[in-house]
């Protein structure tokens, strides 16, 4: 059974920067898509950011290029994501998720492909 939880959310002030790490049990990122996701209050889950080690996939949503950088760990377990220039717009609680996959078909991009959720951690955005 693969557990994950996340880690290093905060509040941070506009132009900010944060990382995120998910930690997983008994898993290895070869074999695993990563991705992390937000929910902000009174919107629906929106999809952030993937990986897929095994293929070397990544994937950003347009909100996120340029400022968000996604990156793993297989010695540690971790997935991290580097939050930069951070705005109010980035406030939501940030999830990671995992499904196990298969070498050359990326990372899905919904969540309904994923089978593994940690319970979030709480991004705020503020001055």
């Known amino acids: 059974q693969v557990q994950l939880v996340e880690s290093g959310g905060g509040l941070v002030q506009p132009g900010g920067s944060l990382r995120l790490s998910c930690e997983a049990s008994?898993?290895?990122?070869?074999?695993?898509?990563i991705g992390w996701f937000r929910q902000a209050p009174g919107k629906e889950r929106e999809g952030v950011s993937c990986m897929s080690k095994s293929d070397g996939t990544t994937n950003y949503a347009d909100s996120v290029k340029g400022r968000f950088t996604i990156s793993g760990n297989n010695a540690e377990k971790r997935v991290y994501l580097q939050m930069s220039s951070l705005v109010p717009g980035d406030t939501a609680v940030y999830f990671c998720a995992a499904v196990r996959t298969v070498s050359g078909y990326g990372c899905p991009t919904s969540d309904f492909d994923y089978d593994y959720w940690g319970q979030g951690t709480q991004v705020t955005v503020s001055a």
């Open positions: 008994e898993f290895n990122l070869d074999y695993y898509a």
